[in-house]
């Protein structure tokens, strides 16, 4: 199963609202929880996720860096970040995976199309009437 990045969950989320995310967002603001919040909050979380990869992941560069001698004291922070990258990638997997799953589920409402007019009905002409007995 493929993994979404917050930039192309963004793009979902405005294609199946129909609506940029800034204005979905403060949309969302004014409604009681629902779906839209709960895609938003998602989408939030896998971009904080991935914005801490990324934190984790430069951090982690600086640390180990082939010209930084490490000593007993760095050793514990290059621990520290590596910890905290495993655990950032692992949020991100499994936002991603939640939020793909929720936006494949969904689909976008297209309103029906207005049914046509019916045709208008013309009234019958009234029939004269027969009667039963026989005309002289």
Do not use: N, W
């Amino acid at each position: 199963m493929p993994h979404l990045t917050s930039t192309e969950t963004a793009g979902r989320i405005e294609d199946l609202y129909g609506a940029p995310l800034a204005d979905l967002e403060a949309h969302a603001q004014d409604q009681p929880p629902g779906m839209l919040a709960a895609l938003l909050g998602m989408h939030h979380d896998l971009a904080f996720a991935e914005r801490s990869i990324a934190f984790h992941r430069d951090r982690l560069a600086q640390l180990v860096h082939r010209e930084r001698q490490i000593g007993t004291h760095e050793v514990s922070h290059v621990l520290d970040c590596a910890r905290r990258l495993a655990e950032a990638v692992a949020v991100h997997a499994i936002q991603a995976k939640t939020v793909l799953a929720v936006l494949q589920s969904l689909g976008r409402v297209v309103p029906p199309e207005p049914s046509p007019a019916p045709a208008p009905t013309v009234p019958a002409s009234p029939v004269p009437a027969t009667s039963a007995a026989p005309s002289r």
